[in-house]
């Protein structure tokens, strides 16, 4: 007789619980044997630990609570709807593509590169990343508290919402869309590239040419650290709360800094009559930036 309750129990075999419906697992070590929860519907899964690759895929309605996946569960959950992870430790890259509905609280990733790809709905509380390319094409996304360490974070995302986060990521936020970020920390390069609609709110900021080529580009009182070279062709509204080392071509709007170390605009680039520039204190104007100083 089947039933829906599992205990302290350890599975070796491929596609273990297959299919299976409206079950608890709970104090259960699947080691190998690949796909052991492989199309599950209405699963919960407690204080259990995933030893092999693929365990969630094509799943509905799980929860995983207290839970490791160790570094051969890779590609943990796939193609899966309506999935609440919490309070676990995830070591394998790879993990959360093409699901929808998904919600990640006290969850800290050791290895997290190439993970969370194409998701929708997503919503972190309390997350730690440690891995490169984070949330590539993703879309749908709420953030409170997210600790990332990575390159090539939120490439193509779509519809998010960023707060009380600490980021410290390469080019971030390149190619995306109707992304807010308030209340945290980013320091990287190159940050926000080909970006539409990105705005910025009471956030400290450290790049190299960052905020370049954006459509759309927001400061609301941010402070910018050691950061050179911005706003390069952007269509840029900055308040911005400290000074910056130097700002390339904008294409349009007004920048209000409380000093400026190097204006740079190339006329023959960029019209200077479309940005407005309110600063007291610019140390240096110039038409042509002076690579050799730069790099």
């Given at each position: 007789m089947e039933t829906n309750e599992i205990k302290q129990s350890r599975f070796t075999e491929e596609r273990a619980l297959f299919c299976k419906r409206d079950l608890t697992v709970?104090?259960?070590?699947?080691?190998?044997?690949e796909s052991p929860l492989k199309g599950?519907?209405?699963?919960?899964?407690?204080?259990?630990?995933?030893?092999?690759?693929?365990?969630?895929?094509?799943?509905?309605?799980?929860?995983a609570d207290g839970c490791t996946f160790w570094q051969a569960a890779r590609a943990s959950v796939w193609y899966s709807n309506d999935v609440t992870v919490r309070n676990t430790s995830v070591c394998a890259p790879k993990s959360?593509?093409?699901?929808?509905?998904?919600?990640?609280?006290?969850?800290?990733?050791?290895?997290?590169?190439?993970?969370?790809?194409?998701?929708?709905?997503?919503?972190?509380?309390?997350?730690?990343?440690?891995?490169?390319?984070?949330?590539?094409?993703?879309?749908?996304?709420?953030?409170?508290?997210?600790?990332?360490?990575?390159?090539y974070s939120f490439d193509g995302v779509k519809n998010a919402v960023i707060r009380n986060s600490r980021l410290v990521t390469k080019d971030a936020f390149w190619n995306s869309e109707n992304v807010t970020v308030s209340d945290s920390f980013i320091s990287g390069e190159y940050i926000?590239?080909?970006?539409?609609?990105?705005?910025?709110?009471?956030?400290?900021?450290?790049?190299?040419?960052?905020?370049?080529?954006?459509?759309n580009l927001r400061l609301v009182n941010c402070k910018l650290l050691n950061t050179t070279l911005a706003f390069e062709y952007s269509e840029v509204e900055a308040d911005i709360a400290s000074g910056v080392e130097s700002v390339f071509n904008p294409k349009s709007g007004t920048i209000r800094a409380e000093r400026?170390?190097?204006l740079v605009?190339?006329?023959?680039?960029?019209?200077?009559?479309?940005?407005?520039?309110?600063?007291?204190?610019?140390?240096?104007?110039?038409?042509?930036?002076?690579?050799?100083?730069?790099?």
């Open positions: 709970t104090d259960t070590i699947f080691d190998v044997g599950c519907t209405n699963i919960k899964i407690r204080d259990s630990v995933f030893r092999w690759r693929y365990p969630i895929w094509y799943c509905n309605q799980v929860v959360f593509r093409r699901c929808r509905n998904l919600l990640l609280e006290n969850v800290f990733f050791s290895d997290a590169d190439e993970t969370l790809w194409h998701c929708s709905g997503v919503k972190l509380s309390n997350v730690t990343f440690k891995g490169n390319y984070f949330a590539m094409n993703s879309e749908e996304i709420t953030v409170d508290g997210l600790l990332l360490d990575g390159k926000g590239w080909n970006a539409k609609n990105l705005t910025f709110i009471n956030c400290t900021i450290e790049s190299l040419q960052g905020l370049c080529y954006v459509q400026i170390g190097e605009i190339e006329p023959d680039k960029v019209d200077p009559k479309k940005t407005l520039i309110v600063c007291s204190d610019i140390a240096k104007t110039s038409n042509r930036p002076d690579w050799s100083e730069i790099f």
